[in-house]
């Protein structure tokens, strides 16, 4: 069924359980996996005055190459083939950009109907992601939420 899984991971709650589902996945297909954390280019971009900009991205690439090899760490512990791509850019572009690369077969992406991504997700960029990608896409979320009313947004 599926030969190369994308996993998009950022270390949230949502992340961690969209790593949970598609590592059952790969388990039964016995695909290989690719986990993806982006850096976005706004944290390199958004420094002011005074501020080291060497300093603030090399605090965040350890930050999220943290967070990629633990999220690596736990696909091994399922005895997985993994390994992790750090990369920096827009996660939409990143995301279609690897899954070509790598000729992925399935991207599994985390969701929370309680966060930014819900407007994200129903943006152009959502629809970008579905009309780019050439594979199939699960997006997993808590299961609770699945049928929990979203938060308004007043801003």
């Known amino acids: 069924m599926y030969h190369t899984i994308l996993l998009a991971y950022d270390g949230t709650r949502e992340c961690r359980i969209a790593l949970r589902q598609g590592a059952d996945l790969a388990v039964l297909c016995g695909a290989s996996v690719v986990l993806l954390s982006v850096m976005p280019m706004s944290l390199g971009l958004s420094v002011g005055e005074g501020f080291n900009a060497g300093e603030i991205l090399n605090a965040d690439h350890e930050r ?14 399922r005895g997985l083939n993994a390994h992790g791509r750090l990369v920096l850019g827009d996660p939409v572009d990143q995301v279609v950009s690897v899954a070509r690369e790598i000729e992925a077969d399935l ?6 109907r309680r966060t930014t991504l819900t407007r994200w ?12 990608l050439e594979c199939s896409i699960l997006v997993a979320q808590h299961p609770g939420e699945a049928h929990a009313p979203a938060e308004v947004d007043v801003a």
């Open 64 to 77: 999220y190459q943290a967070i990629l090899n633990e999220g690596v760490t736990r696909l091994h512990q």
């Open 107 to 112: 991207v599994v992406l985390g969701h929370s």
């Open 121 to 132: 997700w129903r943006s152009s960029l959502g629809a970008s992601l579905l009309d780019e």
